[in-house]
């Protein structure tokens, strides 16, 4: 039996939560709220210590790590449609892209979408609801980026996650432009794995996700929205999660309008 | 035909190098000069646009991040000696060590290793000529770390390192003295990618690798120090580079316990 645990369809729980859609595999999926701080509660801090979705139970083998936990379900459903090229080099070309999302693209959006929101999610704690909430959190370099994220983060550093973010669209728009996908003709995890990361950034990012800048870029983000694996996924999520969801974009949309002004 | 472009035998090359050797190859091995900036010459960025190292070029094709290589020779040669578990937990297993040291351990060891040796390497050359060596770098984040190291690492960052380091020796002794390797009974990936930062860590970083602190890693790295393949790829590479290397280590040392006073 297979079990993912996730904070919905965004992010890094996207990656492996649309990758069980898309090989049409069955699994339980349990959603953790992050506004309750669910994944750094003792029940969960059991299933995986470091107190992070996504998580897949795979008959009691736990995996962790969302870019591992996609190349597990190849590993271990190869004959579910395959979302890893048959080819060694096409292989290569597409871990590169998912290690890209990985070690740059995810971390200059998350730290951006932590400036415009989880200070809003701490906001109703006062300093000693705050620290204890932070003090239940596994790994130390996250403490930090909650304390960073409540205080604010320093302008110099969010300068430079808006030049990274900027070369990060770029770069996309520039493969897209000449690839029906990011490894050639074949839908992959390295789509999956940036899709996570780069769907909604035409509202947060207006200034840079846009109809003249980036057309590739908006197609591809449209072209995989629309296939059935996705849209089911984004059907089945709790309706509680759907409301929030959009209620973040709406913010995110509002303050992205508002850094552009 | 097989060609690896690499700075010889010591983190990120050391990767594919020592998997090379592992694996019974046969390929051409290219040493490029770190000392004389030769990886950002027009040469060498027709080959890798990036201007890093390590590359395999294997009949044409270019394969481009350490890891990823290793993968692709995984997949590519999967009859010669495996370097990667056959089932897939034990593959999954393997790729959240390989990711750990992408992500955490080998940026820390990496900004001290900079700090400590970097500064050296530029010492010689003036404002004018540093600045025109750096334009030649083709990655922004390469060019701010390289102007970073001349000028000096803030202080808060170089402790942030240093806690890090502690704590990734700190998790790989706890693997280790449970476990003869990092993914169980099997040499893997896990350990070759994890070597090439941790291998000479004993003359760097004493006070936190010591045989009375990490007698378990300790006995890892000269584990893997005494496998053929490995003396065979240190036995392999040029004198200047293995005396260039030797100075580096003498100076590490030095550095190491000078830091340690």
Aim: hydrophobic share 40%; proline share 5%; aromatic share 12%.
């Amino acid at each position: 039996m297979l079990t993912l645990y996730s904070f919905g369809p965004g992010a890094n729980s996207l990656k492996p939560l649309l990758a069980l859609y898309e090989k049409g595999l069955e699994f339980k999926s349990v959603f953790l709220n992050p506004a309750k701080f669910e994944h750094h509660s003792d029940w969960f801090k059991k299933i995986n210590p470091n107190g992070q979705v996504p998580v897949l139970d795979h008959d009691g083998k736990i995996v962790t790590e969302s870019t591992v936990i996609c190349e597990y379900l190849e590993d271990e459903f190869p004959t579910s449609p395959a979302l890893r090229p048959a080819d060694s080099y096409g292989r290569a070309q597409m871990r590169v892209w998912t290690k890209w999302v990985d070690e740059y693209f995810c971390w200059c959006v998350s730290t951006i979408g932590w400036h415009r929101m989880v200070g809003n999610m701490v906001r109703h704690l006062n300093d000693e609801e705050f620290e204890k909430m932070v003090e239940r959190i596994p790994l130390k370099e996250q403490q930090v980026k909650w304390r960073r994220a409540r205080a604010g983060f320093p302008k110099e550093m969010l300068e430079e996650e808006m030049r990274k973010i900027a070369y990060s669209v770029k770069r996309l728009e520039a493969r897209l432009a000449v690839s029906l996908w990011l490894v050639g003709e074949q839908y992959t995890l390295a789509d999956i794995c940036n899709f996570a990361i780069a769907n909604g950034m035409e509202f947060g990012f207006p200034e840079l996700v846009n109809a003249k800048d980036t057309p590739a870029l908006l197609a591809w983000i449209r072209r995989i929205n629309e296939r059935p694996a996705c849209r089911l996924m984004f059907e089945r999520q709790p309706s509680e999660w759907k409301e929030r969801r959009q209620a973040q974009q709406a913010q995110t949309q509002a303050q992205g309008q508002a850094a552009n002004r």
